[in-house]
Every structure is written in structure tokens, then in C-alpha cells.
């Protein structure tokens, strides 16, 4: 396996994760009320027994950072599930775009809802899955890029 081109799917998800993560808090800030993510978080929290904070609220800087933190290390997780799993020869764009579909119907469609974190993604309106395609489309090609980068350097 290329070490390089690992370090730039992880390098390519992180950054991707980061502008994912910058836009659900400034969605935050904008609405007064919790991101997805924070909603995926509490969900969490309550079943595994921890103490919740009322769903309606918005978080707290320690909040904030286990959120967010939990999101940027699944982004750099999936950079290296991209790069474990994606031939060296495939092209950015077609093999970002697999990618990305393929983490969003997982994360989404099957684990969400199998963990009881979120709703079934089949349930939700138009706008919702739109909006969750695109943000993840952007996200495998970014992954894809820096993985391409990288091997390349």
C-alpha cells in the first residue's frame, strides 16, 4: 500500500470533513438550533445511558468539540477506507463520486438507522437527501483528489 497516497485520503477527508464541519456550525449559529451531527451525537449519548442535554439546545463548547471531533475522525477513517479500498489507477472524479455515494448510503441508508442514531434516510424530504448527496459527493472527490495529490508528490 502507497503511504503517501493514504496520508493524502486522509489528508483530502479531513479537509473535506472540516469544511462539512464549518458549514453545519455556522448553520448552527445562523438557526439557533443543533446541526444533524449534534442530533446523531445526543442520540448516541442516550443510548448509551449518558446524560443528554435537551434536544433543543445548542452546544456548549465541550459539546461542540466531541461533536465535531467524532466527525473529523470518521472523515479521516473513510479517507483511509478510500484508499485501502480504490484502485491507484482509478480517476478523481468517477472514483470520488463512487466513493462518495457509497459512504453516503452507508452512513445514511444503513448504519444510521441500524444503530437507531437517525432516522431512515428514505423517510426524509427531498432537500434533505439532495443536500446529504451533494455535501457527500463533494466529500468523495475531495477525498479522491487528496489521495491523487499526494501519490503524485
Known amino acids: ?3 503517501k497516497r493514504m496520508a493524502g485520503a486522509i489528508a483530502g477527508g479531513l479537509v473535506a470533513g472540516l469544511g462539512i464541519t464549518a458549514m453545519m456550525m455556522a448553520g448552527e449559529k445562523k438557526s439557533g438550533t443543533p446541526s444533524e451531527l449534534t442530533h446523531l451525537e445526543r442520540a448516541g449519548a442516550r443510548q448509551l445511558g449518558v446524560r443528554s442535554v435537551p434536544s433543543s439546545d445548542l452546544p ?5 468539540a466531541i461533536v465535531q471531533g467524532s466527525h473529523l ?12 479500498t480504490v484502485d491507484e489507477d482509478a480517476g478523481v472524479v468517477p472514483s470520488g463520486i463512487v466513493f462518495g455515494l457509497a ?13 437507531g442514531l437517525k ?35
Open 1 to 3: 500500500m502507497n503511504g
Open 60 to 64: 456548549d463548547a465541550t459539546e461542540q
Open 73 to 84: 475522525l470518521l472523515s479521516a477513517a473513510a479517507g483511509a477506507v478510500y484508499a485501502a
Open 103 to 115: 459512504f453516503y448510503a452507508a452512513m445514511h441508508w444503513i448504519t444510521g438507522p441500524l444503530l
Open 119 to 153: 432516522m431512515p434516510e428514505w423517510q426524509a424530504d427531498a432537500a434533505t437527501i439532495g443536500t446529504h448527496t451533494m455535501v457527500h459527493l463533494v466529500f468523495g472527490v475531495a477525498t479522491a483528489a487528496g489521495a491523487k495529490a499526494a501519490a503524485n508528490a
